[in-house]
């Protein structure tokens, strides 16, 4: 297979044939990856009380006692607690887990956590133990913290260039889906009843299953086969097979220039740990808008509405025999609010989306708290005011900081960082969410009507950081991606009038290859790049290894 000077750019990862085994993997992954962490942050509202009875039973059988009603919320808090400290763990596991074991097999290799906590769940009753319970969130939580790093990595590499942020977006479509899903089972007509709660906790094996079973028949990521594994014929393989046809000439390059980028950067391919990405002073950049994007994805409060939803309709005055349906407005809100952004990500892109994100949930912060104020003096109608508030803000949140977080370390890094990046934007997130939940009901206590002041000062933050330091990555390559941190270090760095060189390897271009294992340099202007002023300065400088040279892939 070889490619011409005809050949345009923008074709180097358009699919050959249709895509149907993308989208097909896609919903495999997404069954049993992102799709556990909503459903299993929503089923635990349902059963509340009977969960708080069961802990109170036990003790009174073992001790002949009961507890106090602060004691069995303080249990009950670590039951919800257990589920953001298994993330945190599975978050750190999914950096080693996606080198050794692939993308694919890490994803299936974590139902395991899954099905063992589901024996606990249907368990303890018989066992007369709650802390079976809170060991099964733990382990839930690992495989919600697995998958919520892996699965966006899996998806970024193996999407083409042009629906990339759409397919990576579709986990927090998954997301939402599994939260819709999990407050429609827990309602007491189904499994939210008082004799089914232990079917609820443990009817997530289900999504598990059904990966277990359709996942193996689907190819593993490309950039993984190809620059970890070194396998071209894998990657060829599997490439073709997510493109519907051969795979694409101009994305195979695209993949060995990476390569041996890598390699010449690093005399080796081999992936970076968090310390060691810590201390690389050329992704710093990077570095701090994934901890930003990540850490303030929990911090802004979203989740806490499914954790204490019920507490919160109650608060805002709905009556407690519709506080259900009420909630499962909340997940539809979400759902609505990611197919419409899934749909809108690759025209609109994912810096407006951060952006429109926070600003909007900074508003609704502020109507909803005007809500609250007046419903305390009794105005009319405001009780159902503060719950479109809640709505509106989920609603904000689903179009652009619920999916773009998830994307960007897929985006911004290269193959041997990116595992380390999601390890740290993970750890952030789930000790963010655990911060979140242990405070939220002190929140309320303690602010009452000004609860969500605090989630308020997170968004305008995270809406003027983001804002300002991320890029806009739509439709671009990661070589791209790349010379654009690259230029704004050289602009910090550099005296006016003065631009620094920079290695060749940051501004490769695409559309010259003469086939995959012999790469040569295109001798005319790189319609890729838009500063070609600085390839032309660069190329001189490394004139003597790489000008019109042989760039061959390394297996």
């Excluded at 899996?154 to 599994?178: C, I, N, Q």
């Excluded at 025209?347 to 429109?356: D, Q, S």
């Amino acid at each position: 297979m070889t490619s011409t000077g005809e050949t345009k750019p923008g074709d180097t990862s358009r699919p050959s044939g249709n895509g149907r085994t993308l989208a097909l993997t896609v919903c495999s992954a997404g069954i049993g990856g992102t799709f556990q962490y909503g459903y299993n942050i929503s089923i635990i509202n349902a059963p509340t009380s009977y969960i708080q009875s069961f802990i109170n039973d036990t003790y009174v059988e073992r001790w002949g006692t009961g507890l106090d009603i602060p004691q069995v919320t303080i249990l009950w808090t670590l039951i919800v607690s257990a589920f953001s400290l298994g993330g945190l763990i599975g978050a750190l596991l999914a950096g080693p887990m996606s080198v050794h074991c692939g993308r694919k097999n890490s994803l299936l290799v974590n139902n395991v956590f899954l099905f063992v906590g589901a024996i606990l769940v249907l368990t303890c009753k018989a066992a007369k133990s709650f802390e079976m319970i809170i060991l099964a969130r733990i382990l839930v939580g690992i495989n919600s913290g697995v998958s919520m790093n892996i699965q966006p990595m899996y998806f970024g590499e193996s999407a083409p260039t042009h629906l990339r942020g759409a397919v990576a977006f579709s986990s927090a479509v998954f997301t939402a889906f599994g939260i819709f899903l999990g407050q429609v089972v827990g309602l007491t007509e189904l499994l939210g009843s008082k004799p089914l709660w232990t079917y609820l906790l443990a009817s997530n094996t289900l999504p598990g299953l059904i990966q277990l079973l359709t996942l193996p028949w689907f190819p593993e990521s490309p950039r993984y086969l190809l620059i970890d594994r070194g396998d071209r014929e894998a990657c060829l393989h599997a490439l073709g097979r997510l493109r519907g046809g051969e795979a694409p000439v101009l994305e195979m390059e695209e993949l060995c220039r990476e390569q041996q980028q890598l390699v010449n950067n690093r005399s080796g391919a081999a992936s970076k740990t968090p310390w060691s990405l810590f201390k690389d002073r050329d992704l710093r950049s990077q570095l701090r808008i994934v901890m930003a994007a990540s850490s303030a994805m929990m911090l802004c409060g979203n989740d806490s509405i499914y954790f204490y939803a019920s507490y919160i309709f109650l608060e805002a005055g709905i009556p407690s025999d519709k506080v259900q349906y009420a909630a499962i407005g909340t997940g539809a809100s979400e759902l609505t609010a990611s197919i419409l952004s899934n749909l809108l990500i690759e025209r609109m892109g994912r810096r407006y989306l951060l952006l429109g994100g926070y600003s909007l949930m900074s508003c609704w912060s502020i109507v909803f708290t005007v809500a609250l104020i007046l419903q305390s003096r009794g105005v009319a109608g405001m009780p159902y005011l503060s719950m479109v508030c809640v709505y509106a803000y989920i609603l904000s949140f689903g179009l652009g900081p619920a999916g773009v977080t998830g994307i960007l370390p897929a985006e911004i890094f290269d193959q041997a960082a990116r595992p380390a990046a999601y390890m740290i934007a993970g750890s952030l997130m789930w000790l963010s969410l655990f911060l979140v939940g242990m405070l939220f009901p002190f929140i309320v206590n303690g602010l009452g009507n000004f609860c969500f002041l605090p989630f308020l000062v997170v968004c305008l933050i995270s809406a003027v950081f983001l804002g300002y330091s991320v890029p806009e990555t739509k439709g671009k390559t990661l070589a791209e991606i790349t010379s654009e941190f690259q230029r704004k270090r050289d602009t910090k760095k550099s005296k006016p009038g003065k631009q620094e060189d920079g290695p060749v390897e940051n501004h490769y271009q695409l559309g010259a290859a003469s086939s995959f294992t012999s790469l040569k340099q295109y001798p005319g202007p790189n319609p890729m790049n838009e500063d070609r002023n600085l390839i032309n300065s660069s190329e001189r400088v490394n004139e003597s290894d790489h000008a019109f040279g042989v760039i061959e892939c390394t297996l």
